[in-house]
T-cell receptor, first 109, second 111 residues
């Protein structure tokens, strides 16, 4: 079992839809949490950090539930340009980033 | 703003050859990570350095080695290349275990 798990999708949604991704992590010592976005054959790019209090950046909202060991990403009013793979990333005190397998999102017109 | 710079962007090598990948982190970042991403897979952690010392090691083959130099740039050395080493190799850097930023990657093809 991978330390960080995601539903690989793909999630196929129409423009304007709201879509949510979940990610679970197995190590309770995990300290920091991020969502990255990766376009095909490109580098992962930081989308947002995830805080216990939850945080929002425009159409994107991230939540962390430490008790249940999962994080979520909500995308409202989906755009065609949101089509990408969304990677859940967790770190511990050893510094390294631990990636989930990614969730593919395809937004269609 | 300066980003993580990797070179070369593309590399083609034959089996059993040697390759060296370079990474220049964002200025003042103290941690460098190396990741390998095969087709259709998530990035796999290879190795990391904190303040020029190796801080963690992942699934890095014994044929690979890496180091970080006094100017903080890092090099990943890969010897006795195999077909299965063909992948995207990403370098990322961060400061004080905060968000990490990735370079554009080196696409290695072993033929």
């Amino acid at each position: 079992r991978k330390e960080v798990e995601q539903d690989p999708g793909p999630f196929n949604v129409p423009e304007g839809a709201t879509v949510a991704f979940n990610c679970t992590y197995s190590n309770s010592a995990s300290q920091s949490f991020f969502w990255y976005r990766q376009d095909c054959r490109k580098e992962p790019k930081l989308l947002m950090s995830v805080y216990s209090s939850g945080n929002e950046d425009g159409r994107f909202t991230a939540q962390l539930n430490r008790a249940s060991q999962y994080i979520s990403l909500l995308i409202r009013d989906s755009k065609l340009s949101d089509s990408a793979t969304y990677l859940c990333v967790v770190t511990r005190d050893t510094d390294k980033l631990i990636f989930g397998t990614g969730t593919r999102l395809q937004v269609f017109p | 703003a300066a980003g993580v710079i990797q070179s070369p962007r593309h590399l083609i090598k034959e089996k059993r050859e040697t390759a060296t990948l370079k990474c220049y982190p964002i200025p003042r970042h103290d941690t460098v990570y190396w990741y390998q991403q095969g087709p259709g897979q998530d990035p796999q952690f290879l190795i990391s350095f904190y303040e020029k010392m190796q801080s963690d090691k992942g699934s890095i083959p014994d044929r690979f080695s890496a180091q970080q130099f006094s100017d903080y740039h890092s090099e990943l050395n890969m010897s006795s290349l195999e077909l299965g080493d063909s992948a995207l190799y990403f370098c990322a850097s961060s400061f004080l275990n905060t968000e990490a930023f990735f370079g554009q990657g080196t696409r290695l093809t072993v033929v």
